[in-house]
């Protein structure tokens, strides 16, 4: 049964190792982030957006005892008490024209490393695309091991519904997740917003999700061709 229409409960996302499924398309990155030793003890983690770089960054964070700040919160950090244990810093272009905050990635990064602790940096694109004017922290990046999430296959993504569905408290029918698959945009972004808009109507509607909805939103998306039902 799907849940109470009459509240509108905050999505509570789920980033234990259980919650992440596995897939021809990140199989390769989980098993890297599983491995916990890599070459000169850093890892690059690139994908599209929500393609689940955050989620494996807590899976290691909670295997490996590490912590995870965001590239763009390390003015406030204490970089010494950051660089004593396994550390991720996630997006880390944002850091693209900010110079003081490449400035302290840099000793973030030679801090770790100099303590024996494994480094993990994430970012959409590949590292080569970062566009961090620090010379010295680009060429380290990009000299570490890399590895991709790639866009969802079938499997794939019919997961990442489903597991969208269920942080918001939401259970739809699997005829719902199929037929999303077989017609929406392939992409991670695109899953993100149509669970999101299908929860919105179904509240304000004070309906369930069905199949029949999401037909509906589908077919009222711009430049919507027209979905067969």
């Known amino acids: 049964m799907a849940r109470q229409l009459s509240f509108d409960l905050p999505a509570m996302t789920a980033l234990g190792r259980e919650d992440f499924f596995v897939s021809p398309a990140n199989a390769l990155a989980v ?27 807590h899976v290691w964070a909670a295997e490996t005892g590490g912590r995870i700040t965001a590239a763009t919160d390390l003015a406030e950090a204490d970089i010494p008490q950051l660089a004593s244990g396994p550390v991720a ?31 993990l940096l994430t970012g959409q694109q590949a590292p080569g695309f970062w566009g961090l004017a620090l010379p010295d922290l680009q060429s380290r990046i990009e000299g570490a091991q890399h590895v991709a999430l790639d866009p969802p296959d079938d499997a794939l993504l019919g997961a990442v519904l489903a597991k969208l569905f269920v942080d918001r408290q939401l259970s739809p029918g699997p005829e719902v997740i199929s037929y999303l ?11 993100a917003r149509m669970v999101e808009a299908l929860d919105r109507i179904a509240l304000a509607e ?17 430049g919507a061709a027209g979905h067969r039902n």
């Open 181 to 191: 698959v077989k017609h929406m945009d392939r992409s991670f972004e695109a899953a």
């Open 206 to 222: 004070k309906r369930d999700i069905t199949r029949a909805l999401a037909v509906r939103l589908l077919n009222d998306q711009p």
């Open 31 to 57: 098993a890297m982030i599983s491995a916990q030793v890599w070459p000169g003890g850093k890892l690059v983690l690139t994908g599209p957006a929500g393609a689940g770089k955050t989620h494996l960054a």
């Open 89 to 119: 810093v996630e997006d880390v272009p944002l850091l693209a024209g900010d110079d003081a905050r490449q400035a302290l990635l840099f000793h973030l990064h030679n801090l770790t490393l100099a303590n024996g602790n494994p480094l």
